[in-house]
C-alpha cells in the first residue's frame, strides 16, 4: 500500500461472481466491420455459468471518496463509493458476466469504461491493461493505465488521481499518434449509475440529437429523451461552446455522479435501455438481481456517429472530473501534465503488441508509458521480422493476422501460414482477388480449416462447401460449425446441415447459438413441433448481440402470434415503434 497524506493506494483482489471469458475465437473478422476489429480476434468464449473468482484490483482512496479499478479488465473503474454517505455514486454490477456488445464481442456492465478505438465499445474492454504508481503533483499516489490500441495503433493512458482533500477523482487522459500520417480518433468515457424512476439527468443543453434502434438520428429538444422512455434510446447532447462541459444524474434529492471535464471532450450523451420487456430482459441478463442502470458518457464528438481527425505525432489530452453532484469542480489539467511523463512503477502488465510494434518501426518508446511484455502471441511475428514465421501445424490456430505488416508479409517466404496471414492482410487493404490468391496457394501448400474458411468469404457460391470441409478438419471450433451451417440454411440445404450438426461433438452441438440453429434447421424441414420443443427446453445463447433479434424471428416462424417468452424476448423497440 502506498500512502501520501491522506490518500492511499492499494493492490487488492476483489471477489465477484464471474463468468470466465475463455479462448478467444481463432477466426479473424471478415466482414463488414473488419476494420473495427482486425487485428484483434473475437472474444466470444464465455458462457453464463457463474463461479467466484478473484479479479486484480487497486484501490485508491481519501477521506471523501473509494475508487476500486479492475486492471485486468480494461482498466474499469468498478466502484466509486462517497464515503460521507457510504453510497457509490456509479453503478456497481454485482456480477462480472460478458454479454456481446463490444467491439470484440465480450463486455460487461457497470462502472466507468474507456472508450478508445472506432464506433462501440473499445477492443480492450475485457483487456488486461500496464498499470503502475506515480507521484501526483502533490506528492498523492496517482494510478496509472496504459496500453497500446490495436485497431488504430495509437498509445493511451489513464491517470487517475484523489488528492487528499478532494471530493473529486480526477482522471487525467492522453493519446498519442506516434505516426506521421493522420488518424481518425474516437474516445467516449461512458459512466454506469442506477436507475431509479426519479433519476434526473443535468445537463447544460437545451437541445440535442435522439438515436433510437429504429435507425434515425433527429434533432429533439433536450428532454426528449428520460429515463422512463419505454424503448432503448440515445440522446447527445449539443452543449453550447460557452459553457464548460458536464453532465451529471441524479435522485430527487438532488444525489448522484457528476462527470466534467476540461474543454476537448465536449460531447455528452444518456444511453437507456428502456422499461419495455426487451430493455428489461437486457438489464437482467447483463446485471441480474438489480435495479438497472443508465449511462452518462463524455466523448471527443458531438455524436458517436463521427471520428476527429487526429495528426500525424500529434498528442491530446485532457482532464476530467468525477464526484458528488455540485459546484462544476476544478480542473488543474496543467498540475497532472506536469507528470504525465513521468515513468510508472509497475503494478501490473499489459500486452506485448506495443513492445512488438515499437520494434517493428524502430519508434522510440514515449516517456511515461513502457511497454515489454513480449510473449507466446508475438513470437511467431518477431521471428518474422528475423526472415520467416514458423511453420506450425495447419490444423493448430494460426493467431491473430498484424494486418499493419502487410508489406512484411508479401517480402516473407512462402508457407502455409505466412500466405494465410498474407491474405488476410490483402483483404483488410480491399485486395479481394490478391486475397483469394493468397488463400488458394496456402490451401496448395497445406490444407487448414483457416483458409478454407477465409476463401469462403471471398466466394459466396462456394462457401457452403469450403466451410463443410473446414467443419470436417476442425468439428470442435463452434465458429466454424456455426459459419457452415448458417452458409447451408441459406443455401435452402436443410438436410444437410441437420446432418453436419448431429456429427459434431457434443462440447459444441450443445452450445446455445447450435442449439438456436438446431431448432431452425428444425423448422426449414417442416418439423415445426421438434422446433417448438427446442425452445420449451429452454437454452441461452450467452454471445447473443446487441440488437439481434434472431430468437424473435425464430420463434414467431415457429409460434406464430403467441407472446415472445419473456427469456427469450431482447427486442430493443417495441413493435409498435417499429411500425410507426
Known amino acids: 500500500m502506498l500512502t501520501m ?62 475508487a476500486t479499478v479492475l486492471p485486468g479488465l480494461g482498466g474499469r473503474l468498478y466502484s466509486l463509493v462517497h464515503k460521507p454517505t457510504g453510497r457509490d455514486l456509479l453503478f456497481r454490477n454485482p456480477v462480472c458476466q460478458p454479454a456481446n456488445l463490444a467491439l470484440r464481442n465480450a463486455w460487461f456492465a457497470g462502472g466507468v469504461e474507456w472508450n478508445l478505438g472506432s464506433t462501440g465499445h473499445t477492443t480492450m474492454t475485457c483487456a488486461p491493461m500496464y498499470a503502475g504508481s506515480v507521484a501526483g503533483p502533490d506528492g498523492s499516489p496517482v494510478l496509472r ?27 487525467g487522459v492522453r493519446i498519442r499518434n506516434p505516426w506521421p500520417h493522420e488518424v481518425p480518433a474516437y474516445w467516449w468515457s461512458n459512466a454506469a449509475v442506477p436507475r431509479t424512476d426519479d433519476t434526473r439527468i443535468l445537463v447544460p443543453a437545451s437541445e440535442g440529437w435522439h438515436y433510437g434502434y429504429t435507425q434515425q438520428l433527429s434533432r429533439v429538444d433536450a428532454s426528449f429523451v428520460t429515463v422512463a422512455d419505454r424503448d432503448a434510446a440515445d440522446l447527445f447532447y449539443d452543449i453550447p461552446a460557452d459553457s464548460p462541459p458536464w453532465i451529471a444524474a441524479v435522485d430527487s434529492s438532488g444525489f448522484g455522479l457528476m462527470q466534467a471535464s476540461t474543454d476537448r471532450l465536449r460531447g455528452r450523451k444518456l444511453f437507456v435501455w428502456g422499461t419495455n420487456p426487451g430493455g428489461r430482459r437486457w438489464q437482467s441478463w447483463l446485471a441480474p438481481g438489480t435495479d438497472g442502470y443508465l449511462e452518462i458518457q463524455a466523448g471527443l ?48 502488465s499489459g500486452s506485448g503488441w506495443g513492445a512488438l510494434e515499437l520494434l517493428r518501426t524502430g519508434t522510440d518508446p514515449l516517456p511515461g508509458t513502457p511497454f515489454d511484455s513480449l510473449g507466446d502471441a508475438q513470437a511467431p511475428w518477431l521471428a518474422l521480422l528475423d526472415g520467416a514465421m514458423p511453420v506450425g501445424d495447419p490444423l493448430s490456430a494460426p493467431g491473430c493476422t498484424l494486418v499493419a505488416w502487410h508489406s512484411l508479409l508479401e517480402a516473407a517466404p512462402e508457407s502455409w501460414i505466412s500466405l494465410y496471414h498474407l491474405g488476410v492482410a490483402r483483404w483488410y487493404d480491399g485486395d479481394t ?22 476463401l469462403a468469404f471471398a466466394r459466396s ?66 418439423d415445426v413441433a421438434g422446433a417448438r420443443a427446442v425452445f420449451d427446453a429452454g437454452f441461452e445463447v450467452p454471445d447473443l448481440r446487441e440488437g439481434e433479434e434472431i430468437l424473435t424471428e425464430t420463434w414467431r416462424l415457429i409460434a406464430g402470434d403467441e407472446p415472445v417468452p419473456a427469456v427469450y424476448d431482447f427486442r430493443m423497440v417495441t413493435d409498435a415503434l417499429r411500425e410507426g
Not at 150 to 163: F, I
Open 145 to 171: 493505465l496504459w496500453e497500446w490500441e490495436r485497431t488504430r495503433n495509437l498509445v493511451y493512458q489513464v491517470d487517475l488521481w484523489l488528492p487528499p482533500d478532494s471530493e473529486f477523482l480526477y482522471v
Open 301 to 348: 464528438a458531438p455524436t458517436q456517429f463521427e471520428y476527429v481527425p487526429m495528426p500525424g505525432e500529434a498528442s491530446w489530452d485532457w482532464l476530467e472530473a468525477y464526484g458528488p453532484y455540485g459546484d462544476f469542480p476544478a480542473l488543474p489539467l496543467d498540475l497532472w501534465r506536469s507528470i504525465a511523463d513521468d515513468e510508472p512503477e509497475r503494478l501490473f
Open 461 to 526: 457460391d462456394q462457401a457452403a462447401g469450403l466451410l463443410l470441409r473446414a467443419v470436417e478438419l476442425a468439428p470442435a471450433v463452434p465458429g466454424l460449425a456455426i459459419e457452415a451451417l448458417e452458409a447451408l440454411l441459406a443455401a435452402g440445404s436443410a438436410s444437410e446441415a441437420a446432418s453436419v450438426l448431429a456429427s459434431l461433438p457434443g462440447s459444441v452441438a450443445t452450445l446455445g447459438r447450435l442449439r438456436l440453429l438446431d431448432a431452425r434447421i428444425r423448422h426449414a424441414l417442416g
Open 433 to 454: 482477388l490478391g486475397a483469394e490468391s493468397a488463400w488458394e496457394q496456402s490451401l496448395a501448400l497445406a490444407e487448414s480449416p483457416w483458409s478454407l474458411r477465409a
Open 5 to 66: 497524506g491522506c490518500t492511499t493506494l492499494t493492490v487488492t483482489e476483489l471477489r465477484l461472481p464471474a463468468a470466465a471469458l475463455g479462448p478467444e475465437n481463432p477466426l479473424p473478422v471478415l466482414g463488414e466491420d473488419r476494420a473495427k476489429v482486425l487485428p484483434c480476434l473475437l472474444q466470444d468464449g464465455y458462457g453464463r455459468s457463474l463461479v467466484e473468482t478473484d479479479l486484480p484490483a487497486v484501490v485508491l482512496e481519501n477521506d471523501y471518496l473509494r
